[in-house]
């Protein structure tokens, strides 16, 4: 993994969920916690590194409206990554009324999320 630091935030290649059999094994035994915009899934990996992914289904609209969303998941994670507890599997599943948000928006969803499940360490005012 490369790194690199610009002022606050560390840019690094992070560790994505790819394999069907590491998404069932979250799906099976990890707990689950939702919003109006989003469905997190998380399970203790036993890594010292969080690995995220990813799912979108095709009726949120054709394959460039999905991979816009994924893009804008996957940012607004990055920003976060830095204040979660390490050693998590998670996975994101867009719902249909994402297609009504924007990054900000979604930033806070996953920030309520993260909130909600005790995997966001810092404490906001």
Known sequence: ???FCNR?????DMIKIKRSRDFKNVY?????????????????N?????RVGFSISKKIGKSV?????????????RLLDGDLKKGYDIIFIARNKIVESDFYTLGNAMRRLLKKSSLYMVNDK
Do not use: A, P, T, W
């Open 8 to 12: 606050r935030f560390i840019i690094y």
């Open 46 to 50: 036993g890594l010292d590194v969080n």
């Open 28 to 44: 099976r035994h990890g707990k689950s916690i939702s919003n109006q915009y989003i469905v997190m899934y998380f399970l203790e």
């Open 1 to 3: 993994m490369g790194l």
């Open 65 to 77: 409206v999905r991979n816009r969303y994924k893009r804008l998941l996957y940012e607004n994670f």
